[in-house]
């Protein structure tokens, strides 16, 4: 989220929070991995590596002493989606971004130095002098060591305003905030790589015209997974042959690369075809790799390579025909672009809209390029690809078009706004308005007289009717005015499918109505705080509400609360809808439990009977280890308990007291369990209890 995405359509981790609800705080870190790592060699002995690197991404918990990772993160979480997302398009964000790139090309080196040293190949004394070691030992000297850590935060709040005023403004305004870090683990011990074995067919073929011209075979090199290398694990210890080779031939690198595909020198005889495909893969809008300059080295153009960066570019392809689409459609609307456009189109701030005018289909041969000299720009944007979207207004008439990065501007479509004169508007009324009916607004449009006689689209004897989802749409704004459309039954059924909390508007008798209340809760949970009392006391009311917004529960009726099944369903949505349940449920055992496993800190509502009780207190361990952190001291002091714990979760170890942490039957039940609990153990202690059972074996 910190910058635009190079892939189009590409969305941000913060994207993917919004499309899910602001009001989930969630915190996580993401990293750089590699997935898989293989050496092939040629006929010829040239080392080829194949690495699948990707992003891996793990939730994480804010705690008093700070950030821990989660013991479980969820598949669908923000973080998650972003980090599956950037990993299908590694491939092609490797080739435009240069702090990814070389990212890869060190990870690159850092496995050709161990699969050197592991394979004992002896190098030519010319392979110890490629680089100026006085330079680089200096430059070490002032180097950090450390991996950059960024942070980054973004935080959502949401005000409610009613009749001009903030409502519940004396508690404050909440917000939610949802926390991001970053880094590097190449992680080299996860697998080993076996030399040594030839490459398929399919890695060897080269790509024609251009791949000729701009690269060189690739010697031996692999790219690892991160900066902690722990080279150690990593097993490259069986010997590969080299044997001796020519120079290199003649590489298109650096600057003359970039003249290539600007069309300042010509392509070599077949290469169109790859200057196309590199101009695409290079956008300059997306790609910021002509910074290397000199430098600059062209991608591997292999059949199998291309092919991958090709079907990546045609999923681009694909989202950029979506966009345009949609952009000269009559569904798209300043201010709400959807899913397809970057989010900053769209305003985060809802406002209800006057209605709208309805638009007419026109040829786009009745704007020329002349005609948008003078029109007003009325959105004028360009998304992360360099496409620039316009819309002028050009009398009665808006007029959209697209331009392609380095292309012309090209007029997509064209709408006229409805025509509408005064005495058409009084007899298009007439037949809809009753003496006693209130009329609340009229809106008139004006239109150029001449191009009104002109057009015969909308003949003043004819009426049209609208799309049912459009006059739908028109009703529920209704909601908002003063008087008997508040009664009226249609347009609060409008209303409350578009938003369900419009449901206190309505009046007593529609609060009532068990239909418009049930789509009302189905929209929005929170809007059963405004059914009439007998529809707070309804078991499917309640039942719809609480499955949308568990936290509903707290405005249905008291009988309800204190039922099972209803107080089930709740906590097993939202853990904490513990809070609206009926006293007598706190006391239940399956209910406390089904809240602990979303979230630790329900525990705290259980009752002094249950917490005396080990058993629930194993079963609650079970359900989320975390629960340990609040649990007492004498409980996390009982051996007993304590030991039945880390049989089934080795990492409970980190919560047991710290004498219990020097228990040798302890320490080695949890790491038998899982061998990293070992961190939670003095290395002393760790090394007393492997003794032992050492011991007692022999």
Same mark, same amino acid.
């Given at each position: ?9 590409? !969305? ?25 790592? =293989? ?24 705690? =008093? ?20 997302? @950037? ?8 080739? $435009? ?9 060190? +990870? ?10 592991? +394979? ?7 392979? @110890? ?30 005000? $409610? ?13 909440? +917000? ?57 694990? @990593? ?17 298109? #690198? ?11 020198? +010509? ?39 291309? !092919? ?14 979506? $966009? ?64 620039? @979207? ?113 449901? =206190? ?50 405005? #249905?009726? =008291? ?116 061998? $990293? ?22």
């Amino acid at each position: 989220g910190e910058y635009e995405q190079p892939v189009i359509g590409m !969305k941000s981790a913060f994207d993917f929070t919004e499309a899910e609800g602001i009001d989930n705080e969630w915190f996580a870190r993401a990293w750089f991995v590699v997935n898989d790592a =293989e050496v092939y060699v040629t006929e010829d002995s040239i080392l080829i590596p194949r690495v699948e690197m990707g992003v891996e991404a793990r939730e994480q918990e804010k705690k =008093e002493s700070g950030v821990t990772d989660a013991p479980v993160t969820r598949p669908d979480h923000p973080m998650v989606r972003y980090a599956e997302l @950037f990993t299908h398009n590694f491939e092609l964000v490797a080739e $435009r971004k240069s702090v990814v790139h070389h990212l890869r090309e060190a +990870a690159k080196a850092s496995i050709l130095a161990k699969f050197l040293l592991e +394979a004992q190949v002896k190098l030519e004394e010319r392979w @110890f002098d490629l680089a100026d070691w006085s330079a680089v030992k200096e430059a070490a000297l002032g180097c950090c060591l450390e991996v950059p850590q960024l942070w980054k935060d973004r935080t959502h709040s949401e005000l $409610r305003v009613k009749d001009g005023a903030i409502v519940d403004a004396q508690k404050g305004v909440s +917000a939610s905030t949802a926390s991001l870090y970053g880094g590097v683990e190449f992680g080299l011990g996860r697998f080993s790589v076996p030399p040594g074995r030839r490459a398929p067919g399919h890695m060897l073929t080269a790509g024609a015209g251009l791949m000729a011209r701009t690269i060189a075979p690739s010697r031996g090199i692999l790219r690892p997974q991160g900066v902690d290398l722990n080279l150690d694990r @990593f097993n490259l210890s069986e010997p590969v042959k080299l044997c001796a080779r020519g120079p290199p031939p003649a590489v298109m #690198a650096g600057n003359a690369f970039w003249c290539c595909i600007d069309g300042k020198t +010509a392509p070599p005889a077949g290469g169109d075809e790859d200057v196309a495909f590199l101009k695409e893969v290079f956008n300059p809008h997306l790609s910021d790799r002509r910074s290397e300059g000199e430098r600059f080295v062209c991608p591997d153009l292999s059949a199998s390579y291309t !092919k991958r960066l090709k079907d990546l570019l045609s999923e681009e392809a694909e989202v950029r025909k979506q $966009r345009k689409d949609h952009f000269l459609s009559k569904e798209f609307v300043i201010g709400d672009a959807g899913d397809l456009f970057p989010t900053s189109w769209s305003f985060s701030v809802e406002v209800a809209q006057a209605l709208d005018l309805r638009r007419n289909p026109c040829p786009p041969s009745m704007v020329s390029p002349k005609d948008l000299k003078s029109a007003v720009v009325m959105l004028d944007k360009s998304t992360e690809d360099g496409v620039r @979207f316009r819309i002028y207004k050009h009398n009665a008439l808006e007029v959209r078009t697209t331009q392609d990065h380095n292309g012309v501007e090209i007029t997509g479509s064209v709408y006229s706004f409805a025509q509408c004169r005064q005495d058409y508007c009084i007899a298009s009324m007439k037949g809809n308005i009753q003496g006693d009916d209130k009329v609340v607004k009229v809106t008139v449009a004006s239109v150029d007289a001449a191009n009104m006689a002109a057009s015969k689209e909308v003949p003043v004897t004819e009426r049209k009717t609208a799309p049912v989802s459009e006059r739908k749409d028109r009703l529920a704004k209704l909601i908002y005015s003063n008087g008997a459309l508040r009664a009226d039954r249609e347009v609060v059924m409008a209303a409350v499918e578009k938003d369900g909390l419009t449901l =206190e508007r309505a009046t007593d008798d529609l609060k009532a109505d068990r239909e418009i209340v049930q789509t009302a809760v189905q929209d929005k949970g929170s809007a059963l705080e405004f059914a009439s009392e007998g529809l707070r006391g309804d078991r499917d009311v309640v039942m719809a509400a609480i499955r949308e917004d568990a936290c509903a529960l707290e405005h #249905a009726s =008291e009988e309800l609360r204190g039922d099972r099944e209803v107080a089930s369903e709740a906590v097993q949505h939202n853990s904490f809808a513990i809070t609206s349940v009926a006293p007598s449920m706190r006391s239940d055992r399956d209910i406390i439990l089904a809240s602990v496993q979303r979230n630790p800190f329900a525990l705290e509502h259980a009752p002094e009977e249950l917490m005396a009780d080990r058993d629930f207190l194993l079963a609650a361990v079970r359900k989320n280890a975390l629960v340990l952190e609040d649990m007492p001291k004498r409980v996390r002091a009982d051996r007993d308990f304590m030991l039945r714990v880390v049989q089934g979760n080795g990492f409970a170890l980190k919560y047991a007291s710290a004498e219990l942490r020097e228990d040798s039957e302890i320490i080695l039940a949890a790491v038998d369990q899982d061998r $990293r609990a070992s961190e939670y153990v003095d290395r002393g202690a760790l090394a007393r209890a492997l003794e032992t059972r050492e011991r007692l074996q022999a």
